[in-house]
Structure formats: C-alpha cells, structure tokens
C-alpha cells in the first residue's frame, strides 16, 4: 500500500469495501437452479456495478482535494480571483471550502496593501532630497534612490555592483553615527552632509543603509540669517553710541569756534567729554558682552551636587528670599562654574520680575530617570511675548545687555540639555526650566 498513490489507495479501499457483498452475490448465484446463461450475465452486471461503484467513491474523494490544490497552486502564484464552490452544507468538505475562500481574500488584502505599500516606498526614495544606498557585508551597493544617482552622477545601471570605495563612499561605512560629513562627490562638489546608518535584511541578507542629507545649504541659509540678525543688532547698538558721540563733538566744535568763548564753556566741554566717554563706555560693554558669548568654552565636566548648587546660588541675590523645595538627593556630571553663571542668571530674572510684582520667587528640582529637571518660578507680571526671548542683545531692561538668556541656553546645550521660559499655567508668572543629564553623552 505505501507504494500506491492516494488515487490508487481509495479505489483500493472502495473495492475492498464491496468485495465481500461481491463473494456473497457469487455464492448464491452458484447455488441458483438457474441457468448458467443468467447466472452469468447477473454476475457480470453485478461485477460492473461493484467496479462502477468504487470508482465513483474514488472521483468523489479525489475531486475535491484536486479543486482545493489547484485554488493554492493559484494563489501560490498570485491569482486570487479562483474560488471554491461553497453550499450551505456543514459538513467537513463545506468547511474547507469556507476556510480557503477566506484563506484566498485574506491574502488578496494583504498582497494588494503590501503593494500599494510597495509603490508609496518606491514613489518617496523617489522624491525625498536624501540619498539612500544599501550595501551588502561586502561594501557592494545594492540599492540607490534618484538623489542617490545624482549624488554620484552615475545612473543605477552603473551603480549597482561597484563597491563604496569606489563610488567615494567608503567613510560612510566607517564610525558612529549620526554625525556630520565633509564629502567631495562627483554630482554636487564639496559640501557637509548629515550622515545616518541603520542595519537591515533583505531576501535574507544583510544590509547596511546608508542615507545622506545635504545640510550645506541650509547652513548657509542659516548662517546667512545670523550675519543679517547680528549685523542689525551691531549696527543699531553702534549708531546709537556714535550718534550722541557725532552730536556732542559737533556741538563741543562749535563752542570752540565761538569768539569770544563763553564763561562757563569748559563746563560745557566737561559735560559733553562725560557723554562721550560714557557711551564709548556702554560700547565697551556691549562689545564685551558679544566677546563673552562668542568664546564659550567647552564644559569640563565634574560631579555637582544638585542640592548643593541651587542653596549656593539662590543666597548669591539678597534682594528678596527664594524658596528651595527640595527634591531628591542628586549628583551629575556637569560644569559647575558654567551652571553657576546659569542659575544666577535665570534666578536675578526671576527676583526682578517678582520685585516689579510684589511676588515670590521658587526653585525646585526632580529626578526624571536618566535626566534632572530643574525650575525656577517666579510671581511677577509674566512674559509679555516669548518670541524674542533667546535673540541675542535683544533686551527689555533698561540696563540689560541681552545675553544672559541667550548664554544660559548655550551652557545648557552644550551640555546635551533644554532650557525653556514660558508663562505659568496654575498663576500669573513666569516659569525657566533646566532640563539636564545626570551624565555627558560621551560618558553614556
């Protein structure tokens, strides 16, 4: 039997299920006193009946599997128009039926979403400015984008199968990422690209991702900004220092042109050398100020304690008390000089604008898990708009230099953290929040 096949097997199986009734038939025939004439063809009829019989068992088992192999034939290739005659029978073979035409819509939804899934991939490496490339264990590019080709101006014909060294791309596969490139490509000359990296399989094999953003133009139309902004603030803070200057040395011109001179001209003089001399002084400031928040240094971290740090500095202002509400004891690694200038610089914010008011002034701290959340608060008349508030020497006070905020922020990032100033919610006031790591990225 383990040599036949299914088919062969079932017309076995119903001819060994009518081979007994077969025997019993023969035997009484053999008995009958009828002649051997009708004996025979009885026998014969019922011999061909017995044949018949088994092979319309044997079609009907075998139909139905041979209807179901090819509905999965056709769906192994693709079509999922094939369907299975279902009735409303609820027998076994209904219930296959059933189950495979379910089984062949399931596979039409999910092969026509992977599609259009497909198409949406293909369309947008077709139409983002970020050169994409795959490269397999072995350096060589499988896969571009259009940015790609015209990164490297070379169609994907000719890509495809060169290795990253010789499409210039070999550092891309070297080092941590993300970080900045400097690359002088074919397709668009020398230029700074953010490059990310992401490891991914295909068909089974292993690919390395590699995708490039051209961040030079848009450094350059940053940078463009900056130059504009800063030229705006240096030239207005300059014209008004020398515009007193030109009209008292224009006036002081006069008065020793007079003759004869008045009495009182060299207190005249003195008066107009004093106004001279304090806005070259104010100039001085300001142009101090820009060198200090042009040359921050980079942090030097150390351990500072948390707790520490905020009692030492709220009793730096004695103008009006600040309430410290402890939060849980806390040590990072941080620049604690820098942190200091800091914290002085948001809390001095903080009592000016409760002193105005009348108000209170707070600080707490929280531990976030891998960050410590410091606030300061204060009870004054808020902020009137925060959209100028980090511009730098851009000021409402009439003694500020405008850069406190600005180098708070700074320090802050530099340390891989956030500094935020925004109204408070739950009163009138203003609310400064340090956001920052209990330990420098590099250190992670």
Not at 99 to 112: G, I, V
Not at 289 to 308: C, D, E, M, Q, W
Request: hydrophobic share 45%; with cysteine; charged share 25%.
């Amino acid at each position: 039997m383990k040599r036949l096949t299914h088919d062969q097997r079932i017309l076995g199986l119903a001819l060994a299920a009518g081979l007994p009734g077969l025997v019993v038939a023969a035997g009484l025939l053999w008995q009958s006193p009828a002649s051997p004439l009708f004996k025979g063809t009885l026998f014969g009829l019922i011999l061909g009946a017995w044949l018949v019989t088994a092979r319309l068992a044997q079609v009907r088992v075998i139909r139905p599997l041979q209807v179901v192999a090819n509905i999965l034939a056709g769906l192994r290739e693709g079509h999922f128009t094939m369907r299975a005659r279902e009735d409303e029978g609820t027998d076994v073979l209904g219930s296959v039926r059933r189950e495979l035409n379910a089984l062949s819509e399931t596979l039409k939804e999910q092969r026509l979403g992977a599609l259009e899934a497909d198409a949406l991939l293909k369309r947008l490496m077709e139409e983002i400015d970020v050169a994409v490339f795959a490269f397999d264990p072995g350096g060589v590019l499988r896969v571009a984008n259009k940015a790609g080709e015209r990164l490297v101006a070379q169609p994907i014909e000719r890509l495809l199968g060169r290795t990253a060294v010789f499409l210039g791309l070999g550092v891309c596969l070297e080092g941590d990422t993300p970080r900045i490139l400097d690359l002088n490509l074919a397709g668009t000359g020398s230029g700074r690209w953010e490059l990310r990296r992401r490891t991914f399989r295909q068909g089974g094999l292993p690919l390395e991702l590699v995708m490039l953003t051209d961040i030079s133009r848009v450094l350059r139309s940053e940078e463009r900004q900056v130059w504009q902004r800063l030229v705006r603030v240096l030239s207005h803070e300059i014209n008004n220092s020398l515009a007193p200057i030109k009209s008292v040395a224009g006036t002081l011109g006069q008065l020793l042109a007079r003759e004869p001179r008045p009495a009182d001209y060299e207190d005249d003089l003195r008066s107009g050398l004093d106004v001279v001399a304090a806005r070259a002084d104010s100039l001085a400031r300001f142009m101090a100020s820009y060198a200090r928040l042009a040359k921050l240094p980079p942090p030097t971290f150390g351990p500072v304690n948390i707790a520490a740090w905020v009692s030492r500095v709220v009793l730096l202002d004695q103008r009006l008390p600040v309430t410290v509400t402890a939060g849980s004891e806390l040590t990072i690694r941080a620049d604690g000089d820098q942190l200091d200038q800091v914290l002085i610089n948001l809390v001095k914010n903080a009592i000016e604008a409760s002193l105005e008011s009348g108000g209170g002034v707070g600080v707490e701290w929280h531990d976030r898990g891998e960050r410590v959340e410091v606030m300061i608060r204060d009870e004054g008349p808020g902020l009137a708009s925060t959209a100028n508030l980090f511009v730098p020497f851009y000021t409402t006070k009439p003694s500020g230099s405008g850069v406190g905020l600005v180098f708070s922020r700074q320090v802050v990032e530099a340390h891989g953290g956030h500094l935020t100033i925004a109204n408070r919610a739950d009163r009138r006031g203003a609310e400064a929040r340090i956001i920052l790591p209990k330990r420098p990225a590099r250190d992670a």
